[in-house]
């Protein structure tokens, strides 16, 4: 026979992860103690016996213990995987806030170009006139754009 003192050791040691034993465990680790120390056994095999249902407690409880951890695992994964993915979205939203921008400037560079290079015919009193005159007084931003653009193009 073989030394029980091992399984033993390790029935005990994986008992004592949480939430890996259940009744039916702890009975089988109680039959299985007994029957490796020849309790109320007269038949010489039963140690054997006992020492298989140690060990296959002792595995049931052990894989249980992986399986918890893993579960912990996933969810402090999955946590992070969340986080990444609105960190992914925040990104996204604020590419497209720029390249906004930096259209909305391009197309101010090029109003701003043709006002001080290609509109040169144009006196300042014309722009000023162009700006805040009767018909342009009320226009500001899109309107106020969309009108110097008109006049970018010779329309009236």
């Given at each position: 026979?073989?030394?029980?003192?091992?399984?033993?050791?390790?029935?005990?040691?994986?008992?004592?992860?949480?939430?890996?034993?259940?009744?039916?465990?702890?009975?089988?680790?109680q039959?299985?103690?007994?029957?490796?120390?020849?309790v109320?056994?007269?038949?010489?095999?039963?140690?054997?016996?006992?020492?298989?249902?140690?060990?296959?407690?002792?595995?049931?409880?052990?894989?249980?213990?992986?399986?918890?951890?893993?579960?912990?695992?996933?969810?402090?994964?999955?946590?992070?995987?969340?986080?990444?993915?609105?960190?992914?979205?925040?990104?996204?939203?604020?590419?497209?806030?720029?390249?906004?921008?930096?259209?909305?400037?391009?197309?101010?560079?090029?109003?701003?170009?043709?006002?001080?290079?290609?509109?040169?015919?144009?006196?300042?009193?014309?722009?000023?006139?162009l700006?805040?005159?009767?018909?342009?007084?009320r226009?500001?931003?899109?309107?106020?754009d969309?009108?110097?653009?008109?006049?970018?193009?010779?329309?009236?």
């Open positions: 026979m073989t030394d029980p003192r091992p399984i033993m050791r390790r029935l005990s040691a994986a008992r004592e992860a949480p939430g890996v034993t259940c009744s039916a465990s702890r009975h089988a680790q039959i299985a103690e007994r029957l490796m120390l020849q109320d056994m007269p038949d010489d095999r039963t140690p054997h016996a006992g020492e298989s249902i140690g060990a296959t407690v002792a595995a049931l409880w052990e894989a249980r213990a992986t399986i918890a951890r893993l579960e912990d695992e996933a969810k402090l994964h999955q946590s992070a995987i969340d986080s990444l993915s609105s960190r992914c979205e925040y990104l996204t939203m604020t590419q497209q806030l720029f390249i906004a921008e930096r259209d909305a400037a391009q197309e101010h560079a090029a109003l701003y170009w043709w006002l001080r290079n290609d509109a040169s015919d144009w006196d300042a009193a014309g722009i000023i006139r700006l805040a005159g009767p018909d342009y007084e226009l500001s931003g899109a309107e106020l969309a009108a110097i653009r008109a006049a970018m193009k010779g329309e009236p």
